[in-house]
């Protein structure tokens, strides 16, 4: 049976790397009362994008040593801050889309955030929309797939001669698009995006590839072929960085999970090989089977 599998930076001495952890872990907690210390003069909308950066840090780091270890701890603490870079995205946006007048106050590490409505000119971009809902799919968290899909726009989809869209990004949208709401078209996107695939460089296809993948499995329900395509982009992003592990982000590569895991829930779709990178909590979204105390 084909094994992909993580390759988390070495350590010839891991009791160094134990000690290494509980600093940087404390020094993340630190940078937390840092940022939220200085809410009053950064703003809400920075604060929470530096918060959203620990947060995001303490959960790949968290992840590492779980996947050394494997203590419990390190998984809840992965998972809850996964949650809260959620609850973090959706806030913002539900917090720039306001009407002018109007405030939400919502409660980040026990402080109160008062958000406003800002220039559409600086709402979070449409690449950082579909970054955000990958996240959002792989935790299933429904409320904040329904705050970020609204913003994702006709002009952001549109596929013709006119668009002015990077053809890469709107690719990257409508497949998520349609993969969030159930496009019935009978055509794949694949034929729709043909126009745009001499315009994406090759690096982006390739990050696309899941997500190309799962709109041909909504139309084909060829789980062969999917099951072939996961194979073969997970044993590309292991091979990547079997000698290159230094970046502990290619623990979680959010464009090759969330469209495996819409696959599971939608289509019904389990692998039919070993990857460290499919765990069945972080497939099915059923992380209390992982944490029996995790909510």
Not at 64 to 81: A, C, D, G, W
Not at 167 to 175: D, E, R
Request: glycine content about 4%.
């Amino acid at each position: 049976m084909t094994h992909i599998k993580i390759y988390p930076r070495h350590y010839d001495d891991m009791d160094i790397y134990k000690k290494i952890f509980m600093m940087v872990s404390k020094e993340e907690k630190e940078d937390i009362k840092n940022h939220i210390t200085k809410l009053s003069e950064s703003g809400p909308y920075a604060t929470i994008g530096a918060l959203l950066e620990v947060v995001n840090s303490i959960a790949l780091n968290n992840y590492q040593y779980f996947r050394f270890f494997y203590q419990q701890e390190q998984l809840e603490t992965t998972i809850s801050h996964w949650r809260l870079v959620c609850d973090l995205y959706k806030y913002r946006q539900i917090g720039v889309k306001l009407d002018t007048g109007l405030n939400k106050i919502v409660r980040i590490f026990d402080t109160e955030f008062h958000l406003f409505g800002i220039q559409k000119n600086e709402w979070p971009s449409t690449l950082t929309l579909c970054l955000m809902l990958e996240m959002a799919a792989i935790m299933r968290d429904q409320a904040c797939i329904d705050t970020l899909i609204t913003d994702i726009t006709a002009e952001d989809l549109r596929i013709d001669d006119t668009s002015t869209s990077i053809p890469g990004l709107t690719a990257h949208a409508n497949y998520i698009h349609s993969a969030i709401c159930d496009n019935s078209e009978p055509v794949t996107l694949l034929e729709k995006c043909n126009a745009l695939s001499k315009h994406i460089s090759t690096d982006y296809c390739n990050d696309l590839s899941l997500w190309q993948a799962l709109d041909e499995l909504r139309t084909t329900q060829d789980l062969e072929a999917f099951e072939a395509a996961v194979v073969a982009q997970f044993t590309r992003h292991s091979n990547m960085h079997k000698h290159d592990t230094g970046l502990i982000t290619h623990m979680l590569p959010k464009q090759l999970i969330a469209p495996v895991c819409i696959a599971h829930d939608k289509y019904g779709y389990v692998p039919q090989h070993q990857n460290d990178y499919l765990p069945e909590w972080l497939l099915t979204g059923k992380f209390e089977q992982a944490i029996p105390s995790c909510d």
